[in-house]
T-cell receptor, first 113, second 113 residues
Framework: LAKTTQPISMDSYEGQEVNITCSHNNIATNDYITWYQQFPSQGPRFIIQGYKTKVTNEVASLFIPADRKSSTLSLPRVSLSDTAVYYCLVGDPPPSGTYKYIFGTGTRLKVLA | NAGVTQTPKFQVLKTGQSMTLQCAQDMNHEYMSWYRQDPGMGLRLIHYSVGAGITDQGEVPNGYNVSRSTTEDFPLRLLSAAPSQTSVYFC????????????FGQGTRLTVV
């Protein structure tokens, strides 16, 4: 399983764009990159997933450079309600890959008024 | 659609007691897993299951047992509770081999005194 490294915490102000970078130097060819969001006292929630280049949905964008050794989660115009912990996961979906889903310690984002 | 349901939401145990944390999903997902989350920490994988009758160990399996007799249910058993098992426990499920999006329950907050 590829190990991921993220900043422990970040602060931002309402209305700003927030970029959280995840490093995964030993990512394998078949690995996908997935991001989750966790609010206090709740289980994590899926945000976005990608393999290469750029993926965008209604919540966020995910940028993956050509070497795939890092990825950046971009949250446009954050609000106070985006205060949460964000987890980056790297893994190979079954059946060829592992069924394990290993979380790191995540990035604690605090949005300030 | 209830998703992933965990019971109980809160539990206090005395050291040495046993109990079962319940997890049920109504999405017909093949994969289910249990995580624990200690204060200020990320999630750690305890056990997981790729289908009825099949289970395997995660990162921190000691002190916990699981079984998967049906697709819907994946109970986690603590045979002899220890204070080190005080944590918040999350159950998660994933649809199938083509999908890496996990759905989490609301968690069970367990205190062992």
């Amino acid at each position: 399983l590829a190990k991921t490294t993220q900043p422990i915490s970040m602060d931002s102000y309402e209305g700003q764009e927030v970029n959280i970078t995840c490093s995964h130097n030993n990512i394998a060819t078949n690995d996908y990159i997935t991001w989750y969001q966790q609010f206090p006292s709740q289980g994590p929630r899926f945000i976005i997933q990608g393999y290469k280049t750029k993926v965008t949905n209604e919540v966020a964008s995910l940028f993956i450079p050509a070497d795939r050794k890092s990825s950046t989660l971009s949250l446009p115009r954050v609000s106070l309600s985006d205060t949460a912990v964000y987890y980056c996961l790297v893994g190979d979906p079954p059946p060829s890959g592992t069924y394990k889903y290993i979380f790191g310690t995540g990035t604690r984002l605090k949005v300030l008024a | 659609n209830a998703g992933v349901t965990q019971t109980p939401k809160f539990q206090v145990l005395k050291t040495g007691q046993s109990m079962t944390l319940q997890c049920a999903q109504d999405m017909n997902h093949e994969y289910m897993s249990w995580y624990r989350q200690d204060p200020g920490m990320g999630l750690r994988l305890i056990h997981y299951s790729v289908g009825a009758g099949i289970t395997d160990q995660g990162e921190v399996p000691n002190g916990y047992n699981v079984s998967r007799s049906t697709t819907e249910d994946f109970p986690l058993r603590l045979l002899s509770a220890a204070p080190s098992q005080t944590s918040v426990y999350f159950c998660a499920s994933r649809r199938d081999s083509s999908n890496t999006e996990a759905f989490f329950g609301q968690g069970t907050r367990l205190t062992v005194v």
